[in-house]
Every structure is written in structure tokens, then in C-alpha cells.
């Protein structure tokens, strides 16, 4: 299937043919298409052509996103190359984002996202609450490789930016969805775009969805009569209000409300169906969809194991409000940001234990933002202030407490100058943070952990340098080098003195990228090389001592190369896809690093340390070499994607179908290897076919994921307790417009 698609890519690539994209009609705000075959982007906070930025970026239209069947965060996965994306781990709306082999899969305590989410110029600074839902989204931009310049925070692995759409000056209409699917899914959309007066427009947009669950839970003994019982049922509301006008020709505002409770139960953790490891527990059944306890253990009334807990519960409650008022100085464009928002969620579920958690957390920011150009010298500069209160109460075997106060100000600029066919650019930011945590253990752990105090103050300058060449006026050739960071924080375990809240220093990380981006006619072909280095890796583990914490787990060197590519070869036929090489290896790591990586202890190799000797005068090396030779987690050395579109004009309206089948090869999803933590996504298959009227007011759509119904996982938590990525689904949509 690989070989097979990268066949097509090559071939695709070399038809004769601007930008392959979805038309979305009106152009609305800065990120939007601007004719056929042109994708507005604004990866660097100005708006260009997609083609002329130097730079990875993925764009999706709203057209793309809805004729794609895209929903959510999840569902950009297959889309974007060298991406990993799934749920957390026992939550219902938390995202694990990894991008060319970094992200972050822990949301506890003050862990700060690796790939930065922003919805209309706002960064989420949590996890929890970021598994976004796409609904009435003008486009959505994926900028991979560290974005330390230009964008707010934390951004080393990358960032995403969702852009909904803007009211319609001029403009009164009503638009929805309703749609049914298998395990009984019901959703509704509908959107309402208000002339409030000659310059002002007001859009109200909102969501209902629910789901039965995929799962089912079948606990034996004193618990036999809760056999049967469903899991993961969904169950989430979401609305959002918009308020745009004109103050005059020059000053505009964009003020946003927006609210979301998702009451979906947690995605349940399950024992893996089948090992190649004899030493691998597997499941009763071999169905990672039935949940029971392992074999040979049997529930009391009171046991709490997996297969017999059953009180999973989740309510996330998310509330943001931010106004943009944006103008020109003459001669130049300045955009004020500012943004208020607020978290809660309480939390029941299974994670290898029962696990329980409450947040409250809230966040401002303000970000001033101008662009300029000085003859043939485009300027971008700003500063951004972020504020952020965050406290976490779970109990994980005994009871914990996380305080968490972040204040971080910066100043950036960047200046790019066409020097005829070359164009160079510069950028640089300054971030001071400072940061408290406040973290107490409880029970039998209190004596060592209460009021433990982790203070972080930072001072770093990270910068990029980018040059590029139009070798024609449809070819342009790039090479950059940028650097990153990530905020110090501090471990959210405290299950021994050794491995009590431990402090965690700032990650760093330096980037070389080049890349090729072509467009000839009805076709694009972009290529990109990087090679990351990242110093001071924050990751989590055990320690040789025993200790489960957080650490600097030495350096790591990531490098891959990503294609994407696009044609048009005739009227209403679309085909796309992308391609993506990874490699990742660990560099430098000394014996607690390489112990908490491999699960090796003082006396006892790690599973995959089968040359380790423990006790012998080399063991320490033994095991460092070791962790040497380990992948890292969620890092697939190969990735695919080929799909088509095609639209069929039928007089009173137009027939529409089209299909993607993705590839992802196997990774791992614990740092240790283990046997049990090897993911297989194998193939997906996803289609969608329907009708759309002439006049745009009625469309049917038929759609299906996962076609195959193939069985895999994406997560564990440990060797043989994994969390189900979806099963086959389907359903029917009918959306309508009127105006």
C-alpha cells in the first residue's frame, strides 16, 4: 500500500497542472480562497498565497473539511503528514497531538501542550478541552516544525490554527445539518447570519451530538449483573455567537462568545486482544471492544480493576470571550487579540487504576500584532501577554493537588525582503516567564509532599532565519533554521521522596528545514526535508529507582521528509494526497534517562534491555545503550494518503463521491517499546457520496469511517491495557440553506 502510494504520488506529481483547494465562495477575514486554485494562509501573521510561504503548513478549506467528512481534531490525523492525533487517554475531550515525533499525551498538573492549538488568534493552554469541533470553520491551517517566532506559546512540535467563519455583512440566512448514524448518532447544526445594520453582521452557530457508546463492559462475580452495560456513550453542546462590524473604511471588530459542554464518557481503557509476547496478558475474547477483567480474575463488590470498574463519567464545561479590534495606522495594519477564557471538568475513569479528577482553570491573553512593508520590506512585529491559573485536584492511588500560576510576555518581530528572485527573512522573540506550582500529595504520602513549591523563571531569545528562490514563477525553493522552547514545569507524581513533584527544565530545540513548492496549472507538489535537535526532551516514566515522575530525558534527533500533492486533471475531479518518511532517535541520555525510557531498574533490565546484565560493571552502559537503540513513541516511520473528489453536474444539481485511504506503519505508544504498546493502524478507508441542489439550499450525504472496521489502538497506559481507536461508522447528513 506504501509503495503504491508514493507510485502516485510521484506520478501525480509530474501531470502538467495552481494550488489544488476547495472554493468556498465569499472570502471572509485573512485566511480564505481567493479564486480557483489559491489557498490564503497565515502561517507567518500576514496574509500570502499558500504556495509562496516557506514553510510546512497544511491548508483546509471549510469546503474541504465538510466534503471530506472532517469533524474534529481527531479527524485532521490522516490529512496532514507526519501527524499523529488521537484522544487522551481516559478522558472523552482531550487531544493528543504529535507532530513529526513530538507532542504530549500527559494532562495533568502544569504540562503544557508541545503543538500549540489557536482558535481565531487564541491559544488553548490546556489538553483538556482541545479535541476541537469543527462546525461553521472557514478554514483550518497545520504549521509543523517549531513556531518560537511568531505565535504565543509552546509551539516546538507545531501549531494548529482554526479560523471560523466571519459574519456576512449584507447577509441574512439560516444553514444546517441534521444527521443519523449507526450506534444511534444524532447531530444537528445550524447557523444563522444576521445584517444587523449596513456595516455590522451578527452569526450564530450551534451543535448537538450524541452517540452510544462503542463499548461494552462485561464485569463477572458480585458485578455479573452490570454485564452488557454500554461505555463511551458522546454527548456534547456546543455555541458560539460572533458580532463583526466597521467602525469606519479602516477600523473593523470581531468580538466571539463561545461555550461547549461535552458530558461524553471517557474513552475505557481494554486488555490488548492478541501479543507475539507469551509474557503479554491478552483479553479474554479478543475483542478490545468488550471490556473484561483479565483472565482468571473475578470482581468482588468492591473491586476497582480493570473489567470490573464501571463509574466512568466526564463533564467538561469550556467558556471563552475575546474581542479583536483591527485598523489601519497608515501605512500599516494593527490587530489587538485579547481573550479571556475558562475550563472545568470532572473526571471518572480507568487508567491501569481508578482515576479521578476535577480542573478548574483560567487563562487571558492579549496580543498586539502589526504589519507593515517598507518598499519591498514586509514587517511583522507584536507583543503577547498570557496569564494562566490552573488548579488540579485527582487522585491517582492517593489524593494530589496541583497549583499552577503562569504569567509569560513577549516581544516579536520579523522582517522578510524580495531581493529579486530571493527572498530572506528574519525573526526573532523574546519570552519572559514566570511560573509557580504549588503541588500536595495526600494520605500516607503527605509526610514527604505537602506544599511542595517548584518556582521557573525564564529568560530565552529564540529566533528563525529563512531564504527562499523562485527558480521560475510556478517553482520556489527554501531552506530555514529555527529555534524553540518549551516552559519548565514540574511532575505531577509524588509516589516516593525520590520522585516527589520534581522540577522539569525547559526543552529546547533547534530545526533545519528545506523544501519545494511547485504549482503548474491545475496541479501543486510540494516537498519538505527537516531535521530536528532537541536538548533537555521532557518526558515521562519510571525511574531506575522506581520512581514514576517527569524528567529532561537527554537529547533527540528527529528528521523526516514530508510530500503533499494536488491535481485537477479534469472539470469536477479532485486528487490529492500525501506521503511522509520519519526517523527519530534518541542521541545523548545518561543511566536515570535511559532507565526511565526503558523501564530498567538498579537490578532489573527493562523487556526490550534483553542485553543488559544487571550487576555486572557495564549494566549502567548496558542499559544507556539500550535506550539508545529505542524509537520514540508515536513517531510511524512511514505515513500515506491518497483520496479523490468528483463532482457531476446533473442539471437541477450535482452528484458528489469521493474516498481516502490512509496508511500509517506501526510505532509505539509507550517510550519503553514494550511488548503490548505496538500500534498497527494498518489501512484506513473512509468514503462519502450525496447529492447537493443546484441553488445550494438541499444536500444528502452517505459517508463511512474506518470502512474495513479494522481493530486498533492508538494509546496504552501500559503493556497490555490499550484505548480503542473507533470502529466502523456510518450515517446519513441532509443539510439546507436559506438566504
Same mark, same amino acid.
Given at each position: 500500500? =506504501?509503495?503504491?502510494?508514493?507510485?502516485?504520488?510521484?506520478?501525480?506529481?509530474?501531470?502538467?497542472?495552481?494550488?489544488?483547494?476547495?472554493?468556498?465562495?465569499?472570502?471572509?477575514?485573512?485566511?480564505?480562497?481567493?479564486?480557483?486554485?489559491?489557498?490564503?494562509? %497565515?502561517?507567518?501573521? !500576514?496574509?500570502?498565497?499558500?504556495?509562496?510561504?516557506?514553510?510546512?503548513?497544511?491548508?483546509?478549506?471549510?469546503?474541504?473539511?465538510?466534503?471530506?467528512?472532517?469533524?474534529?481534531?481527531?479527524?485532521?490525523?490522516?490529512?496532514?503528514?507526519?501527524?499523529?492525533?488521537?484522544?487522551?487517554?481516559?478522558?472523552?475531550?482531550?487531544?493528543?497531538?504529535?507532530? !513529526?515525533?513530538?507532542?504530549?499525551?500527559?494532562?495533568?498538573?502544569?504540562?503544557?501542550?508541545?503543538?500549540?492549538?489557536?482558535?481565531?488568534?487564541?491559544?488553548?493552554?490546556?489538553?483538556?478541552?482541545?479535541?476541537?469541533?469543527?462546525?461553521?470553520?472557514?478554514?483550518?491551517?497545520?504549521?509543523?516544525?517549531?513556531?518560537?517566532?511568531?505565535?504565543?506559546?509552546? %509551539?516546538?512540535?507545531?501549531?494548529?490554527?482554526?479560523?471560523?467563519?466571519?459574519?456576512?455583512?449584507?447577509?441574512?440566512?439560516?444553514?444546517?445539518?441534521?444527521?443519523?448514524?449507526?450506534?444511534?448518532?444524532?447531530?444537528?447544526?445550524?447557523?444563522?447570519?444576521?445584517?444587523?445594520?449596513?456595516?455590522?453582521?451578527?452569526?450564530?452557530?450551534?451543535?448537538?451530538?450524541?452517540?452510544?457508546?462503542?463499548?461494552?463492559?462485561?464485569?463477572?462475580?458480585?458485578?455479573?449483573?452490570?454485564? +452488557?452495560?454500554?461505555?463511551?456513550?458522546?454527548?456534547?453542546?456546543?455555541?458560539?455567537?460572533?458580532?463583526?462590524?466597521?467602525?469606519?473604511?479602516?477600523?473593523?471588530?470581531?468580538?466571539?462568545?463561545?461555550?461547549?459542554?461535552?458530558?461524553?464518557?471517557?474513552?475505557?481503557?481494554?486488555?490488548?486482544?492478541?501479543?507475539?509476547?507469551?509474557?503479554?496478558?491478552?483479553?479474554?475474547?479478543?475483542?478490545?471492544?468488550?471490556?473484561?477483567?483479565?483472565?482468571?480474575?473475578?470482581?468482588?463488590?468492591?473491586?476497582?480493576?480493570? +473489567?470490573?470498574?464501571?463509574?466512568?463519567?466526564?463533564?467538561?464545561?469550556?467558556?471563552?470571550?475575546?474581542?479583536?479590534?483591527?485598523?489601519?495606522?497608515?501605512?500599516?495594519?494593527?490587530?489587538?487579540?485579547?481573550?479571556?477564557?475558562?475550563?472545568?471538568?470532572?473526571?471518572?475513569?480507568?487508567?491501569?487504576?481508578?482515576?479521578?479528577?476535577?480542573?478548574?482553570?483560567?487563562?487571558?491573553?492579549?496580543?498586539?500584532?502589526?504589519?507593515?512593508? =517598507?518598499?519591498?520590506?514586509?514587517?511583522?512585529?507584536?507583543?503577547?501577554?498570557?496569564?494562566?491559573?490552573?488548579?488540579?485536584?485527582?487522585?491517582?492511588?492517593?489524593?494530589?493537588?496541583?497549583?499552577?500560576?503562569?504569567?509569560?510576555?513577549?516581544?516579536? /518581530?520579523?522582517?522578510?525582503?524580495?531581493?529579486?528572485?530571493?527572498?530572506?527573512?528574519?525573526?526573532? !522573540?523574546?519570552?519572559?516567564?514566570?511560573?509557580?506550582?504549588?503541588?500536595?500529595?495526600?494520605?500516607?504520602?503527605?509526610?514527604?509532599?505537602?506544599?511542595?513549591?517548584?518556582?521557573?523563571?525564564?529568560?530565552?531569545?529564540?529566533?528563525?532565519?529563512?531564504?527562499?528562490?523562485?527558480?521560475?514563477?510556478?517553482?520556489?525553493?527554501?531552506?530555514?533554521?529555527?529555534?524553540?522552547?518549551?516552559?519548565?514545569?514540574?511532575?505531577?507524581?509524588?509516589?516516593?521522596?525520590? /520522585?516527589?513533584?520534581?522540577?522539569?527544565?525547559?526543552?529546547?530545540?533547534?530545526?533545519?528545514?528545506?523544501?519545494?513548492?511547485?504549482?503548474?496549472?491545475?496541479?501543486?507538489?510540494?516537498?519538505?526535508?527537516?531535521?530536528?535537535?532537541?536538548?533537555?526532551?521532557?518526558?515521562?516514566?519510571?525511574?531506575?529507582?522506581?520512581?514514576? %515522575?517527569?524528567?529532561?530525558?537527554?537529547?533527540?534527533?528527529?528528521?523526516?521528509?514530508?510530500?503533499?500533492?494536488?491535481?485537477?486533471?479534469?472539470?469536477?475531479?479532485?486528487?490529492? /494526497?500525501?506521503?511522509?518518511?520519519?526517523?527519530?532517535?534518541?542521541?545523548?541520555?545518561?543511566?536515570?534517562?535511559?532507565?526511565?525510557?526503558?523501564?530498567?531498574?538498579?537490578?532489573?533490565?527493562?523487556?526490550?534491555?534483553?542485553?543488559?546484565?544487571?550487576?555486572?560493571?557495564?549494566?549502567?552502559?548496558?542499559?544507556?545503550?539500550?535506550?539508545?537503540?529505542?524509537?520514540?513513541?508515536?513517531?510511524?516511520?512511514?505515513?500515506? =494518503?491518497?483520496?479523490?473528489?468528483?463532482?457531476?453536474?446533473?442539471?437541477?444539481?450535482?452528484?458528489?463521491?469521493?474516498?481516502?485511504?490512509?496508511?500509517?506503519?506501526?510505532?509505539?505508544?509507550?517510550?519503553?517499546?514494550?511488548? +503490548?504498546?505496538?500500534?498497527?493502524?494498518?489501512?484506513?478507508?473512509?468514503?462519502?457520496?450525496?447529492?447537493?441542489?443546484?441553488?445550494?439550499?438541499?444536500?444528502?450525504?452517505?459517508?463511512?469511517?474506518?470502512?474495513?472496521? !479494522?481493530?486498533?489502538?492508538?494509546?496504552?497506559?501500559?503493556?497490555?491495557?490499550?484505548?480503542?481507536?473507533?470502529?466502523? %461508522?456510518?450515517?446519513?447528513?441532509?443539510?439546507?440553506?436559506?438566504?
Amino acid at each position: 500500500m =506504501l509503495r503504491a502510494a508514493l507510485l502516485a504520488s510521484a506520478a501525480l506529481a509530474a501531470v502538467p497542472a495552481t494550488a489544488w483547494a476547495q472554493e468556498t465562495g465569499t472570502a471572509s477575514g485573512d485566511a480564505n480562497v481567493t479564486g480557483v486554485g489559491e489557498i490564503i494562509v %497565515t502561517a507567518q501573521r !500576514r496574509a500570502q498565497n499558500l504556495q509562496d510561504v516557506p514553510a510546512a503548513v497544511t491548508a483546509l478549506t471549510g469546503d474541504a473539511l465538510e466534503q471530506r467528512q472532517i469533524a474534529d481534531t481527531n479527524d485532521l490525523q490522516n490529512t496532514i503528514p507526519n501527524v499523529v492525533i488521537s484522544t487522551g487517554t481516559g478522558t472523552s475531550n482531550s487531544a493528543r497531538i504529535y507532530f !513529526r515525533g513530538i507532542g504530549e499525551d500527559e494532562s495533568r498538573g502544569a504540562i503544557d501542550p508541545a503543538v500549540g492549538i489557536y482558535i481565531d488568534d487564541v491559544y488553548l493552554g490546556r489538553t483538556v478541552g482541545s479535541l476541537v469541533d469543527l462546525v461553521d470553520i472557514q478554514q483550518v491551517e497545520a504549521l509543523r516544525g517549531p513556531q518560537g517566532t511568531l505565535y504565543g506559546r509552546n %509551539t516546538n512540535g507545531g501549531a494548529i490554527k482554526v479560523t471560523s467563519v466571519r459574519p456576512q455583512i449584507g447577509e441574512t440566512s439560516v444553514a444546517g445539518e441534521l444527521g443519523y448514524g449507526n450506534f444511534d448518532r444524532i447531530q444537528g447544526k445550524a447557523t444563522v447570519n444576521l445584517a444587523a445594520w449596513d456595516s455590522g453582521a451578527i452569526r450564530i452557530s450551534g451543535l448537538y451530538r450524541e452517540r452510544d457508546g462503542y463499548f461494552t463492559i462485561n464485569p463477572n462475580g458480585a458485578l455479573a449483573n452490570l454485564a +452488557g452495560t454500554r461505555l463511551g456513550d458522546e454527548k456534547v453542546y456546543a455555541l458560539r455567537g460572533s458580532f463583526y462590524g466597521e467602525l469606519s473604511p479602516d477600523w473593523s471588530f470581531l468580538a466571539i462568545v463561545d461555550y461547549t459542554k461535552d458530558k461524553s464518557q471517557p474513552v475505557p481503557s481494554s486488555i490488548i486482544a492478541e501479543s507475539d509476547n507469551a509474557a503479554v496478558v491478552t483479553d479474554r475474547d479478543q475483542n478490545i471492544f468488550t471490556i473484561e477483567p483479565a483472565p482468571g480474575a473475578t470482581c468482588a463488590a468492591t473491586t476497582t480493576s480493570i +473489567g470490573c470498574f464501571t463509574g466512568y463519567r466526564s463533564e467538561v464545561d469550556a467558556f471563552g470571550v475575546s474581542y479583536q479590534l483591527k485598523g489601519d495606522l497608515g501605512g500599516a495594519t494593527l490587530t489587538s487579540t485579547t481573550a479571556y477564557r475558562t475550563l472545568k471538568d470532572d473526571l471518572a475513569s480507568h487508567i491501569t487504576f481508578p482515576y479521578f479528577q476535577k480542573t478548574d482553570q483560567n487563562q487571558f491573553s492579549q496580543e498586539l500584532l502589526l504589519n507593515t512593508n =517598507l518598499g519591498n520590506i514586509d514587517l511583522t512585529g507584536g507583543a503577547f501577554y498570557y496569564n494562566e491559573d490552573a488548579d488540579l485536584a485527582f487522585t491517582f492511588i492517593f489524593p494530589f493537588d496541583i497549583r499552577t500560576k503562569t504569567d509569560s510576555f513577549a516581544v516579536f /518581530g520579523q522582517a522578510s525582503a524580495e531581493l529579486g528572485p530571493v527572498t530572506v527573512t528574519g525573526g526573532l !522573540r523574546w519570552t519572559t516567564e514566570d511560573r509557580t506550582i504549588t503541588s500536595s500529595a495526600g494520605g500516607p504520602l503527605a509526610g514527604f509532599g505537602t506544599n511542595i513549591v517548584r518556582e521557573f523563571d525564564t529568560d530565552n531569545v529564540t529566533w528563525t532565519a529563512k531564504a527562499s528562490y523562485d527558480l521560475t514563477d510556478d517553482i520556489m525553493v527554501y531552506a530555514s533554521y529555527a529555534t524553540g522552547t518549551k516552559s519548565p514545569g514540574g511532575s505531577a507524581d509524588c509516589f516516593s521522596p525520590a /520522585g516527589c513533584f520534581l522540577p522539569v527544565n525547559e526543552e529546547k530545540l533547534d530545526s533545519i528545514e528545506g523544501g519545494l513548492r511547485a504549482q503548474f496549472g491545475p496541479a501543486t507538489f510540494n516537498a519538505t526535508y527537516f531535521y530536528n535537535d532537541y536538548q533537555d526532551l521532557q518526558i515521562s516514566g519510571t525511574l531506575p529507582n522506581g520512581a514514576f %515522575t517527569r524528567i529532561n530525558a537527554g537529547k533527540a534527533r528527529i528528521q523526516g521528509v514530508e510530500i503533499e500533492f494536488g491535481v485537477s486533471p479534469v472539470t469536477g475531479l479532485s486528487l490529492y /494526497g500525501n506521503a511522509s518518511w520519519l526517523d527519530g532517535k534518541y542521541k545523548d541520555v545518561n543511566f536515570n534517562q535511559a532507565g526511565l525510557l526503558t523501564g530498567s531498574t538498579n537490578t532489573v533490565r527493562g523487556p526490550t534491555c534483553t542485553n543488559a546484565t544487571p550487576g555486572s560493571a557495564t549494566y549502567q552502559q548496558q542499559v544507556i545503550d539500550c535506550a539508545l537503540g529505542l524509537s520514540l513513541k508515536n513517531a510511524p516511520e512511514w505515513k500515506a =494518503l491518497v483520496g479523490f473528489s468528483y463532482n457531476v453536474d446533473m442539471g437541477g444539481g450535482e452528484i458528489f463521491f469521493g474516498a481516502d485511504a490512509a496508511y500509517e506503519a506501526d510505532s509505539f505508544a509507550l517510550v519503553s517499546n514494550t511488548p +503490548g504498546s505496538l500500534v498497527e493502524p494498518g489501512v484506513r478507508i473512509d468514503a462519502r457520496a450525496g447529492w447537493k441542489a443546484a441553488d445550494d439550499r438541499w444536500s444528502v450525504t452517505v459517508w463511512g469511517k474506518n470502512l474495513t472496521d !479494522r481493530e486498533y489502538f492508538r494509546a496504552t497506559t501500559s503493556v497490555n491495557q490499550v484505548y480503542p481507536a473507533p470502529p466502523l %461508522t456510518f450515517g446519513v447528513d441532509v443539510g439546507f440553506k436559506f438566504n
